[in-house]
């Protein structure tokens, strides 16, 4: 069965389509820009030369009809109709505590969606609106919702829970939900075909623009750095992470603007951005190396923040069999993964500084010694497939 995948952010809409009798991508493509001037489609299929369509796209609604339109385009798509497709798998951002598992979509499940809304209003009407465009191109075809927040939902009501007043939990669903979820689950399950075993503790930290750290036992997370929102955790690319909360009236006081103003800044302008005014972790390294003492600060503040997490996830564990890095930074910044291990061999950790020293094309690669007490892998991410291998076992029921 091939199965497209829905990846729809604020202003962008990722897809792949999938084989699923061999788990080999077929095609997949971005569009950019979506409600900008400047939109654009890039289209790729294994062996064949990328295709770009620069076009305004106003909306989510057109973005899902120009990537329809390419996938069964004559010259450069993969397919010769949408009857081709067996399911569709969308990635949605915010389950809220109303699913915790994947889900197939109807349309008790797209009001849900609606209502859930409001925990993430950059992405749930775009994940809404590919979910209503998709089913008014294919009628009749399944659509599963493949969550963010869903591989989280295990975490016990001790962790996802704030210290604030009860009623704010019961009636507003404040709380710890945690997001990158479906690459926090394709590396756990990738971690334990490795070490051979589901009886395991496993850090997974997924590095990238946005950050997380999620602990893992037994394949079942416990606990995980982001929040109510991704803003919450680790130093990012452009999110500030950690704050004390009394930072926002603070800023709004100094700057004279309002609490939305400030969340703007710390999601936008802050992180590797607001220390040294560069948000690519690459340039950020780059900017370092060439003796920029704020890029310098900014990577050693995030290999800090990391190694915090890393040693209170190692109590919530009792104890750390594997720590797994993925994402842009995890599964290539040479500097980065070292910056993160540097400090750690207490724990245990005997990490292989030369090994680590290069760029690999592996899917899974050990990067501890062979005597090490906690294994270090890092493993390239699939957040697509997990999305598709969800389509096939909900469709399939
Ligand atoms: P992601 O959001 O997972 O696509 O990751 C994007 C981040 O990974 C950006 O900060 C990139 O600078 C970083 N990244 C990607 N490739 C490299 C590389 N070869 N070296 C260092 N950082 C990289």
Wanted: charge should be negative; glycine fraction near 10%; aromatic fraction near 6%.
């Amino acid at each position: 069965m091939k199965v497209l995948v829905i990846n729809a952010g604020s202003s962008s809409l990722k897809y792949q389509i999938i084989d699923m009798d061999n788990e080999q991508m077929i095609c997949k493509g971005l569009v950019e820009n979506v409600g900008m001037k400047d939109s654009n489609l890039c289209h790729k299929v294994p062996g064949k030369k990328d295709v770009v369509v620069k076009k305004v796209i106003s909306n989510h609604t057109e973005a899902l009809q120009t990537v329809i339109d390419m996938v069964t385009d004559k010259e450069h798509g993969v397919i010769s109709s949408v009857k081709e497709i067996g399911a569709v798998g969308h990635r949605v951002l915010h389950s809220g505590e109303d699913f915790n598992d994947s889900v197939l979509i109807d349309d008790e499940v797209i009001g849900i969606c609606k209502k859930n809304s409001v925990l993430g209003p950059l992405h749930m009407p775009a994940n809404i609106a590919c979910i209503e465009s998709c089913e008014e191109v294919m009628p009749g075809t399944p659509m599963v919702a493949v969550f963010d927040t869903g591989f989280h939902r295990t975490m016990p009501k001790h962790a996802f829970m704030y210290a604030i007043p009860y009623d704010d939990y019961e009636n507003y669903k404040i709380r710890k939900y945690g997001f990158h979820g479906t690459s926090h689950k394709y590396v756990t399950g990738v971690a334990m075909d490795y070490l051979g075993t589901d009886k395991a503790r496993i850090i997974t930290c997924h590095l990238g623009n946005g950050s997380s750290i999620s602990a893992v036992k037994d394949g079942k997370c416990i606990d995980t750095s982001m929040g109510l929102t991704p803003l919450e955790g680790v130093i990012m690319g452009t999110r500030s992470g950690d704050v004390d909360p009394a930072v926002v009236e603070f800023m709004a006081q100094c700057h004279n603007i309002s609490v939305s103003e400030v969340l703007n800044i710390l999601n936008k302008k802050s992180g590797f951005k607001g220390i040294c005014d560069e948000s690519d972790f690459r340039k950020v390294n780059e900017l370092a190396a060439a003796g920029n003492e704020k890029a310098k600060l900014a990577v050693k503040m995030f290999a800090y923040r990391i190694r915090k997490y890393i040693g209170s996830y190692y109590v919530a564990l009792g104890g750390v069999d594997c720590i797994v890095l993925t994402g842009g930074i995890g599964e290539n910044s040479i500097q980065g993964r070292a910056a993160i291990m540097n400090g750690l061999e207490f724990l245990g950790i005997d990490f292989d500084y030369e090994k680590n020293n290069q760029f690999f094309t592996e899917p899974v690669v050990e990067v501890s010694k062979p005597g090490s007490k906690i294994k270090v892998l890092i493993i390239k991410t699939n957040e697509e497939l997990v999305i598709a291998r969800d389509a096939v076992r909900l469709t399939a029921k």
